[in-house]
């Protein structure tokens, strides 16, 4: 996807110019778009945490993200784990993991993940 012109730049929303920019980071990255995935494929996403819950349980303790690439979004899941450092709304993330699903959503459980510098 190449740069908007001026003119769609200075009239775009500026969620519609966040959601841009992540898809640009897609393919710079040579990352796999959430609107593309399908279950049981291993992939390599890359987006902006829109939110992070912990949900505690009498079993396991989950830890959720939604990650939001501009196409879509997925939920990155995390057993056991109450808090992981960086793992914060706002943050960038580069994530690898075999598609699955939780409560009907895609999701990557327990990804292998690199937390990315602001503006990267």
């Known amino acids: 996807?190449?740069?908007a012109s001026l003119l769609?730049?200075?009239t775009a929303s500026a969620e519609n110019l966040d959601a841009a920019e992540?898809?640009?980071?897609v393919g710079i990255r040579s990352c796999m778009p959430v609107c593309d995935l399908q279950r049981g494929n291993y992939v390599k996403v890359v987006g902006r945490l829109r939110a992070v819950v912990y949900t505690p349980s009498e079993?396991?303790?989950?830890?959720?993200a939604d990650l939001f690439d501009g196409t879509e979004s997925l939920d990155l899941v995390w057993l056991g784990q109450r808090r992981i450092p960086g793992i914060e709304p706002g943050r960038r993330v580069l994530a690898r993991?075999?598609?699955g699903e939780h409560d009907g959503r895609l999701?990557?459980?327990n990804p292998w993940y690199e937390l990315l510098a602001p503006g990267s």
């Open 59 to 64: 079993t396991v303790p989950t830890l959720l």
């Open 8 to 10: 769609q730049r200075l």
């Open 1 to 3: 996807m190449g740069r």
């Open 107 to 109: 999701a990557i459980y």
């Open 22 to 25: 992540l898809q640009e980071s």
């Open 97 to 99: 993991g075999r598609v």
